[in-house]
């Protein structure tokens, strides 16, 4: 079974642009969750999707935004680029339902800002 | 204050030791514990789940949860090289699979 796919892997853009990351969620998968990886915050939640509806959201600017397609795919777009968003970004996919199993974590797009 | 403490280390051990990792919180309304560990250049994989109180062991990982102190263990018996990684606990109101807030984690490494 494939697990949680995420292109592209590595990410080099310039402060002021924006970037779309991309998530394949495992076969099945209804619910897909982003979430940022740095050194000095550590994760933090970014926003869920379910079903193409965001159901839940942290506490992110809005420059940060995502959508999921029919397929369960799905994107998450960073706008004018800061040397903060320098990061890790996760995404993780689940069945959606409430379950025991959490979270199936991709390996991860590392955005480097310059 | 942030909602979930965990100790930074880093924590290195010896072979065959008993390691114990630790979590405190703010947040009372977090029922569902995690710990999930990260290897390098990889996501987190879930290691253990916990709902409410108590204690819950696989192999040799044991996880226990007191909500009365807001504080959550790992404890790993028997360590082994290959459980060097960093280790991060989760926490959440509503679901293992829903809005997981993290502690920062804490990179082990187990010497032979």
């Known amino acids: 079974k494939a697990g949680v796919t995420q292109t592209p892997r590595y990410l080099i853009k310039t402060r002021g642009q924006q970037v779309t990351l991309s998530c394949s969620p495992i076969?099945?998968?209804?619910?897909v969750s982003w979430y940022q990886q740095t050194p000095g915050q550590g994760l933090q939640f970014l926003f869920e999707?379910?079903?193409?509806?965001?159901?839940n959201k942290g506490n992110f600017p809005g420059r940060f935004s995502g959508r999921q397609f029919s397929n369960s795919r799905s994107e998450m777009n960073v706008s004018t680029l800061e040397l903060g968003d320098s990061a890790l970004y996760l995404c993780?996919?689940?069945?959606?339902?409430?379950?025991?199993?959490?979270?199936?974590f991709g390996s991860g797009t590392r955005l480097t800002v310059v | 204050q942030k909602e979930v403490e965990q100790d930074p280390g880093p924590l290195s051990v010896p072979e065959g030791a008993i390691v114990s990792l630790n979590c405190t919180y703010s947040?009372?309304?977090?029922?569902?514990f995690m710990w999930y560990r990260q290897y390098s250049r990889k996501g987190p994989e879930l290691l253990m789940y916990?709902?409410?109180?108590g204690n819950k062991e696989d192999g040799r990982f044991t996880a226990q949860v007191d909500k009365s102190s807001k504080y959550i263990s790992l404890f790993i018996r028997d360590s082994q090289p290959s459980d060097s990684a960093t280790y991060l606990c989760?926490?959440?109101?509503?679901?293992?699979?829903?809005?997981?807030?993290f502690g920062k984690g804490i990179t082990l490494s187990v010497r032979p």
């Open positions: 993780a996919s689940s069945s959606g339902g409430t379950n025991n199993y959490g979270y199936t």
């Open positions: 076969s099945g998968h209804r619910s």
């Open positions: 999707y379910f079903s193409e509806t965001q159901r």
């Open positions: 947040n009372s309304a977090f029922q569902y």
């Open positions: 916990t709902y409410s109180s």
């Open positions: 989760a926490m959440s109101e509503s679901g293992a699979n829903s809005k997981l807030t």
